[in-house]
């Protein structure tokens, strides 16, 4: 009997959080997006070429990059972090 006196409070706050929980609003609107395709909606000539350290991983033709440290691995700042130098092109516009 003082078993069920304690799960009563806990099964009737389970309902109350199921009831209340999150549900959909009658005028809500549906998300129109759609996930891109990675062949033909991403632009490759714009992000590459990709490079870790000194090594080419990537690259489109014979574009130009930007000179990277020789080590793929650095350590900067004050209080020394280490981390790896990788390097490509980020668009940050799509005009």
Known sequence: MNA????VPFLLAAVL?????????AGAATCTGKFPNPITDICWSCILPISIGGARIANFGDQEDTDNPSSPVCS?????????SIS???PARHV
């Open 17 to 25: 959080a199921v009831a209340a929980g999150p549900g959909r609003a």
């Open 76 to 84: 900067c700042g004050v209080n020394p972090v280490i981390g790896l």
């Open 88 to 90: 490509f092109w980020d």
């Open 4 to 7: 069920h006196r304690r799960f």
